[in-house]
């Protein structure tokens, strides 16, 4: 069993950056895509990046791209979200999510193990 620990949020102004940290533990994750979502009251949980297993592959949401920027390392077992220009709108609960597979999908349904998240407060 892996336990997933977020990290890294806060409260920010408008432009600012954030670099949220997923930090596994119980397994390593090195064999695991690795998701990221974020949510707010009452919206559904929403995608925002994914990253393979080795790293070297990374997809993002639409609205997030070019501005988040997803990265592991491995031997540290922890995958970090570069958040850089961030906006009111990007307020949220983020979480990490793994999945038994090479990589995650958009969906959350396809994710096996997750963070209790952390918040991300972006003021205008």
């Known amino acids: 069993q892996v336990q997933l620990e977020e990290s890294g949020g806060g409260l920010v102004q408008a432009g600012d950056s954030l670099r949220l940290s997923c930090a596994a533990s119980?397994?390593?994750?090195?064999?695991?895509?690795v998701g990221w979502f974020r949510q707010t009251p009452g919206k559904e949980r929403e995608f925002v990046a994914s990253?393979?297993?080795?790293?070297?592959?990374?997809y993002y949401a639409d609205s997030v791209k070019g501005r988040f920027t997803s990265s592991r390392d491995n031997a540290k077992n922890t995958v970090y979200l570069q958040m850089n220009g961030l906006k009111p709108e990007d307020t949220a609960v983020y979480s990490c999510?793994?999945?038994?597979?090479?990589?995650?999908?958009?969906?959350?349904?396809?994710?096996?193990?997750w963070g209790q998240g952390t918040q991300v407060t972006v003021s205008s």
């Open positions: 990253i393979n297993r080795s790293g070297d592959y990374t």
């Open positions: 119980g397994r390593t994750i090195s064999n695991d895509g």
């Open positions: 999510a793994a999945v038994r597979a090479d990589m995650g999908g958009r969906s959350w349904y396809q994710y096996n193990y």
